[in-house]
């Protein structure tokens, strides 16, 4: 029998810090310990980080559906949504329980309630749902109905965090397409950012003369951006094809960065100029650098709240003219 995950509910009695901006795990690597262990850098960080501020959605994809692999992929989305702002509430889903009673329209999304619409619902402009792993089945936290209202919830302007176990892009895609998902390529354009992870990489062989070893998350081997339906002047839908924000080279031991290429559709889904974009985009960069830089003679460790509180203070301090457009 397939061990099957704890609902989210249970996450106070696993050490999960619940308060209303976090619900995630106390003590796993952080977006710093991820980019000191080096399953990520800081340009992707940097540019990850600007477009969650956006509220555009994240999917972490990994093979295996061992326990262990599970929690590596939630491992490396943790860490990530370090970046989130604290402007964004974290709404955990309730699994084979979640009835979605906080959530207007999503009859119009498919639904079928059994409990009448809570109040307050939650601001969908202000809400990134946190849906834990997506699959068609058990070992999965969200499956079948629940995964396909979840990803069509973006349409309404949630935002989205969630894993899925799939080896690549395609193979994610082919998972959420099929029953008893069945989400559309149109609704699955909505994605927005899929890390695809590879667990079997953690860490390079630790060398002692190179400092302090720290949390690792699982290694980011690609990342890809879903670029969302658009349509032109006369209405007619334009479908884009995914493109990859940057993919590991183990040749060279860095990654190679795509991004540049998109620029312009980044900056208009933000609501940015393309050089105001840019320039924030390597800021933010600078800024996660600087953090994550480590003094070999101290086994310092900075903790969730002093990250999300330097982040802030990162926020505020943004370069006048890289603002949103008015």
Same mark, same amino acid.
């Given at each position: 029998?397939?061990?099957?995950?704890?609902?989210?509910?249970?996450?106070?009695?696993?050490?999960?810090?619940?308060?209303?901006?976090?619900?995630?795990?106390?003590?796993?690597?952080?977006?710093?310990?991820?980019?000191?262990?080096?399953?990520?850098?800081?340009?992707?960080?940097?540019?990850?980080?600007? #477009?969650?501020?956006? /509220?555009?959605?994240? $999917? +972490?994809?990994?093979?295996? *559906?061992?326990?262990?692999? @599970?929690? &590596?992929?939630?491992?490396?989305?943790?860490?990530?949504?370090?970046?989130?702002?604290?402007?964004?509430?974290?709404?955990?889903?309730?699994?084979?329980?979640?009835?979605?009673?906080?959530?207007?329209?999503?009859?119009?999304?498919?639904?079928?309630?059994?409990?009448?619409?809570?109040?307050?619902?939650?601001?969908?402009?202000?809400?990134?749902?946190?849906?834990?792993?997506?699959?068609?089945?058990?070992?999965?936290?969200?499956?079948?109905?629940?995964?396909?209202?979840?990803?069509?919830?973006?349409?309404?302007?949630?935002?989205?965090?969630?894993?899925?176990?799939?080896?690549?892009?395609?193979?994610?895609?082919?998972?959420?397409?099929?029953?008893?998902?069945?989400?559309?390529?149109?609704? #699955?354009?909505?994605? /927005?950012?899929?890390? $695809? +992870?590879?667990?079997?990489? *953690?860490?390079?062989?630790? @060398?002692? &003369?190179?400092?302090?070893?720290?949390?690792?998350?699982?290694?980011?081997?690609?990342?890809?951006?879903?670029?969302?339906?658009?349509?032109?002047?006369?209405?007619?839908?334009?479908?884009?094809?995914?493109?990859?924000?940057?993919?590991?080279?183990?040749?060279?031991?860095?990654?190679?960065?795509?991004?540049?290429?998109?620029?312009?559709?980044?900056?208009?889904?933000?609501?940015?100029?393309?050089?105001?974009?840019?320039?924030?985009?390597?800021?933010?960069?600078?800024?996660?650098?600087?953090?994550?830089?480590?003094?070999?003679?101290?086994?310092?460790?900075?903790?969730?709240?002093?990250?999300?509180?330097?982040?802030?203070?990162?926020?505020?301090?943004?370069?006048?003219?890289?603002?949103?457009?008015?």
């Amino acid at each position: 029998m397939v061990e099957r995950p704890r609902d989210w509910r249970d996450a106070r009695r696993e050490g999960v810090d619940l308060d209303r901006h976090a619900a995630r795990r106390l003590g796993g690597p952080t977006i710093v310990d991820a980019i000191r262990s080096g399953s990520l850098d800081a340009e992707l960080a940097g540019l990850v980080w600007l #477009l969650l501020d956006g /509220g555009v959605p994240i $999917v +972490v994809a990994g093979p295996g *559906l061992a326990a262990e692999a @599970r929690s &590596e992929r939630r491992a490396a989305l943790d860490a990530v949504l370090d970046l989130l702002p604290a402007t964004r509430t974290l709404r955990p889903a309730s699994g084979d329980d979640e009835d979605f009673a906080w959530m207007a329209g999503a009859e119009t999304l498919g639904w079928r309630r059994s409990l009448p619409v809570s109040v307050p619902v939650a601001n969908p402009t202000s809400t990134t749902i946190l849906a834990g792993e997506l699959g068609g089945g058990p070992p999965a936290d969200l499956t079948g109905d629940r995964a396909r209202l979840i990803v069509r919830a973006i349409g309404l302007g949630f935002g989205l965090a969630a894993t899925a176990e799939a080896a690549g892009l395609e193979e994610l895609l082919a998972l959420l397409r099929r029953r008893p998902i069945g989400l559309t390529d149109d609704e #699955l354009s909505n994605l /927005g950012i899929v890390l $695809v +992870v590879d667990p079997s990489r *953690l860490l390079e062989p630790h @060398r002692p &003369e190179a400092g302090p070893r720290f949390a690792s998350a699982p290694k980011v081997v690609a990342a890809h951006y879903l670029r969302p339906l658009a349509r032109d002047v006369h209405g007619h839908p334009q479908r884009l094809p995914p493109a990859v924000l940057a993919t590991w080279d183990p040749k060279i031991a860095r990654f190679e960065h795509f991004a540049w290429g998109i620029a312009g559709e980044l900056a208009q889904r933000l609501g940015r100029r393309t050089g105001d974009f840019e320039l924030e985009r390597e800021r933010r960069s600078a800024v996660l650098s600087g953090l994550a830089v480590a003094d070999p003679g101290h086994a310092d460790r900075p903790d969730r709240t002093t990250i999300r509180a330097a982040l802030d203070r990162a926020r505020l301090a943004e370069l006048p003219g890289t603002g949103h457009r008015h």
